[in-house]
């Protein structure tokens, strides 16, 4: 039996709606600003100008990893999150999973469209990082994969977003969120030099354990078993919440 065209099309489908979904991305300039323009600004910025605490040795040594996490921050939860967000509050997911796409074909494709956004970002981030200065000398491979693993955790955190709240209200909380990931993460400020009770707080967040994650990872190849068990749990949670609570109109 020729099975090849039938089997074919979805596949097809789901890459060119992913297609879409990237332009889509890519044009919008609020995502740009939100997924490239910030973390790169950050990093430059931040490495340049010593004003923050960040712990001993070079600033762009414990930036990156941490604008590294950023990006996934930025891509998977918040664009993500809010675009999803407004096309389910003006009916554009529900129309969406009744053509031959489908919705988990539709799910795929925008899962294709944020793997396709963290690249470019890890990118951009890696580039301006090593124009100035920054000399990784771990493992590249795991860093990799828990950028994967980073992904699942915040577009878990942002399809759950935009599976339950209206419209607006997505919005001001995936950008709420942001903002305590950013400063409580670990990303531009080391935990030590928070009061303790605020440090682990943060520790129990997805933040500080992906970004301390690639933080070890980079630097000595190895990973702290207490961020990857966090991260994990956060992946396996966020992902089963969003799922059983996702709404679609």
Known sequence: MNRGPSGRAPLRRILAQAKVELLLTLRRGESLL???????????????????????????????????????????????????GFERHAGVLRRLGTTPLGRSGLLAAKSLALLATVVVQVAAVAGVGLLLGWNPSGGLAIAAGLIVLGVVVFAGLGFLLAGRLRAETNLAAANGLFLVFLLLGGIVVSLSRLPKGVAAFSRALPAEPLATSLRIALQNGSVPVRALLTLAAWAVGSCVLAVATFRWD
């Open 34 to 84: 939100v997924t490239i323009g910030i973390p790169v600004g950050i990093l430059a910025f931040f490495s340049v100008v010593d004003v923050l605490p960040h712990g001993s040795g070079k600033a762009v040594d414990f930036l990156v990893p941490g604008v590294l996490a950023l990006s996934v921050i930025s891509s998977a939860m918040t664009s993500l999150g809010i675009a999803t």
